[in-house]
């Protein structure tokens, strides 16, 4: 057993009520789930994920992956926790059926990926990493690649890779240099090298696929001239079984402050002759505009790391909070010392934690919803009406899930006081895991630009201006809402304000001026998304008092998401108004400081 719990009563909170998965789950891909049934699917992989692979968390970051005689050898456990999860097929549940997959919601998928990334984010990052894989193919693999490789991927029997950055091209992708040949039978030689390529080998599958971006001796300079191939660790013979070794060799691993069991490679493709064997996928040159089709979900998986962390920091930051006795609590008895949780700035600092994991929930999984439904709502009008709103929901839920992560986590340590300090109560790992998610898949700074530069535009801003509308509905419907609701709705109706005010601003002084925009990007970035997440903690406690009124579940679970999400109200959001000087200062300070 492990410290860690699946939080399935908030999931199901979050998932059925607040979210109406029933309503969802109507929609025509869908049909054979309920709610109930996907939360008996989610109960069965929260139990494999507490009592299998949360154990294996702490071993793997003391030990980590190494290298013998050029493989990756993964730390003890993780090959059994990892068939576990495969054997049961839990990869496929939200998958098309069409390549073996549950057909599930996406969002149910999100829900696992929350628990994965809890009991154990470095071995999670092999079945993630293969998710981005499978959605590329799935949507630009040919029929025969689909067939090749897509049933063993979302059975979990192989993983996949996502090899962009190179040494000189890391967020500036345009720049790699790494070559593909064509060959006359129509497959590529691919030469070069890799780097930060997780999972790029290990012992856990018997095969690993590479997706690879490269360029064609005739391509275009930049981002333009970037295709996207495919390279397998063994090549598929024609009648699905592996073959020769091909020519792709791990040259070393990282040495990481955080994730330590996840191997993040050096790979070198085509050293031992002609080049390693690939195959394009799709069209030449299209490579990017292929990457940024699994973009929304792979920003969003980051997201949802940065949620799994702060929740694992939570639980066992209230665990030692119940269990340390120090000090006298206020109106305690002279006597025997009272548990540190009776004190009220461990308190504070609990219901921070508490606060905030809840609001990272609320805002992956109605992302994820968004995902479902731009996909598959009966009506054009609702799909483009989803895909909008996760198109503006995407940046904050990556930025503001893994910035936030941060601050549980430290939060965490100190909970734990000296203690938290020594690695032994493995609070630590959870700060330093989660730091590398404020980093990959496009730096937070990155998403601010593509929030300002982007997001914010779309539609001359209306795109922005329907979400300020929503925002304001629900400060409306707090109107009628009773008195425990009030200073909800006050602090939601000022946050709202701000953010309209900053966002015109931005959109204004920003359209005449980008560097204006870029300036600000990252503050006006924060300020948006604690709005928006205040919203969602004010929706989901009006639900709850609408559902205590009728009496209509466990009332106290239900008053407590109340609780929560008016500390949210009154000691999170109010960030936002020091936020507005930041987000409106322009760019004169920065373009007249010396470096």
């Known amino acids: 057993m492990s410290d860690y719990a699946a939080p399935l009563d908030d999931i199901r909170f979050t998932l059925v009520d607040f979210l109406d998965l029933d309503g969802l789950t109507k929609l025509a891909p869908y049909g054979e789930a309920d709610a109930e049934s996907v939360m008996g699917v989610l109960e069965e992989f929260g139990r494999l994920m507490a009592e299998v692979w949360a154990p294996t968390n702490a071993v793997g970051d003391t030990d980590g992956s190494h290298l013998e005689a050029g493989q990756v050898v993964t730390p003890e456990g993780f090959k059994a926790a990892y068939q ?38 470095a071995l999670a990052m092999a079945p993630l990493l293969t998710h981005g894989a499978i959605d590329a193919l799935v949507h630009h693999g040919s029929e025969e690649q689909r067939e090749v490789y897509l049933k063993k991927m979302v059975a979990g029997e192989w993983t996949g890779s996502m090899n962009l950055t190179e040494p000189d091209a890391g967020s500036d992708v345009g720049a790699l240099r790494t070559r593909a040949v064509r060959q006359d039978d129509g497959s590529y030689r691919i030469t070069g090298a890799k780097i930060y390529i997780t999972f790029g080998d290990h012992d856990l599958t018997d095969n690993i696929v590479h997706l690879v971006l490269a360029r064609t001796p005739d391509a275009p300079a930049g981002t333009k001239g970037i295709s996207c191939f495919i390279v397998p660790k063994f090549l598929v013979s024609d009648d699905g079984t592996l073959g020769a070794r091909n020519d792709v060799k791990v040259i070393s691993l990282e040495h990481k402050m955080g994730i330590r069991a996840s191997p993040t490679c050096a790979l070198s493709f085509g050293d031992e002759g002609e080049g390693a064997v690939g195959h394009l996928i799709g069209e030449e040159n299209a490579g990017m505009r292929y990457m940024f089709t699994m973009m929304n979900n792979a920003r969003l998986g980051v997201g949802v790391e940065g949620l799994g962390l702060a929740e694992r920091s939570y639980q066992q930051a209230l665990a030692y909070a119940k269990d340390r006795k120090q000090g006298f609590a206020p109106g305690a008895a002279r006597g025997e010392k009272s548990l540190i949780v009776e004190h009220p700035d461990v308190r504070r600092s ?102 300002v530069g982007r997001k914010m535009p779309m539609r001359g801003g209306a795109v922005f201006a329907d979400q300020i509308a929503r925002m304001r509905a629900t400060v409306g419907e707090l109107d009628d809402a009773g008195d425990e609701l009030v200073a909800i709705r006050d602090e939601l109706a000022r946050a709202v304000d701000a953010a309209e005010a900053a966002g015109q601003w931005l959109m204004t002084e920003g359209q005449a001026d980008p560097v204006v925009a870029l300036s600000v990007a990252t503050p006006f970035q924060r300020l948006l998304s604690l709005t928006v997440a205040g919203w969602l903690m004010a929706r989901q406690a009006l639900l709850a008092s609408q ?49």
Not at 358 to 374: P, S, Y
Not at 396 to 409: F, G, I, Y
Request: a negative charge; aromatic letters at 8%.
């Open 547 to 595: 559902r205590l009124a009728a009496g209509d579940g466990d009332a106290d679970f239900l008053a407590q998401k109340v609780v929560t999400a008016r500390f949210f109200a009154r000691n999170v959001l109010p960030e936002v108004h020091g936020l507005v000087g930041p987000a409106t200062s322009g760019s004169d300070d920065l373009l007249a400081a010396n470096f």
């Open 350 to 451: 609990l219901l921070t934690m508490r606060s905030l994991t809840e609001a990272m929930r609320a805002l992956c999984f109605t992302a994820a919803v968004q995902i479902d439904r731009a996909q598959h709502a009966d009506v054009e009008t609702d799909r483009t009406a989803a895909q909008e709103m996760l198109d503006l929901l995407i940046p904050l839920a990556k930025s503001w899930c893994t910035d936030e992560a941060e601050r549980v986590t430290s939060i965490g340590i100190q909970v734990h006081g000296g203690m938290g300090y020594i690695e032994e109560t493995g609070a630590a790992q959870h700060y330093r895991d989660a730091k590398i998610t404020q980093i990959y898949e496009g730096t937070n700074g990155i998403q601010a630009m593509d929030l």
């Open 84 to 121: 576990a999860y495969a054997d049961a097929g839990w990869g496929a549940v939200a998958f098309e059926p069409e390549y073996g997959g549950g057909g599930f919601p996406w969002v149910v998928g999100i829900a696992q990926q929350e628990m994965l990334n809890s009991a154990n984010m």
